[in-house]
């Protein structure tokens, strides 16, 4: 008690020492933002990392991997954190794949601390981005020639069919005289 600035009846009062333990309740996680993009084949779209706390001693490194490159792929695998840039967010960049097929697609971009090279108290920590890629491929086939005049009894006639884009379920044409199907690649 300050004895100066406190009322005379309370002067002769023992000072008293009141131990206080601050209890840490920052939780580690990985921040991610947004947790979902959307992006047409070829085009391009980010999000960004940071830490919700500070590592107590050392760095926290993230390793990012696009779960399928076919799909899209990333520029940066790897962040590292500090102490001093731990809340400051990192932007990564992802890209659609030109991947030639007709629907659209997602993949997963996964966020994971690596353990060997990071603040014991980020281990296990994971985070995730879902990204959609639009298809902008449009689905047909290209027939040559158009027209095939052949004689009856004559030599066979040929002709070709062409997909405009690679098909992910199997496609079949049909015509009155036969029934072609065709798989994907």
Do not use: K
């Amino acid at each position: 008690m300050n004895d100066a600035l406190s009322h005379d009846l309370f002067d002769p009062l023992p000072d008293i020492d009141i131990p206080v333990t601050i209890v840490n309740n920052d939780a580690a996680t990985i921040v991610v933002n947004p947790v979902s993009v959307t992006i047409a084949e070829n085009g391009t779209a980010t999000f960004t990392v940071s830490l919700s706390a500070a590592p107590v001693s050392g760095n926290v490194v993230v390793d990012l991997t696009s779960n399928n490159t076919a799909v899209a792929t990333i520029d940066i695998p790897q962040l590292t954190f500090t102490t001093a840039n731990f809340n400051v967010p990192q932007t990564i960049t992802v890209t659609g794949t030109d991947n030639n097929t007709v629907p659209d697609v997602s993949t997963t971009i996964s966020l994971a601390v690596n353990h060997a090279l990071s603040d014991d108290g980020y281990d296990g920590v994971t985070a995730t981005v879902s990204v959609n890629v639009t298809n902008d491929d449009l689905a047909g086939f290209v027939v040559n020639p158009l027209t095939l005049t052949i004689n009856e009894g004559g030599p066979a006639g040929q002709f070709t069919i062409v997909l405009t884009a690679r098909l992910s379920p199997m496609w079949c044409l049909t015509s009155s005289m036969q029934h072609l199907c065709i798989a994907p690649i």
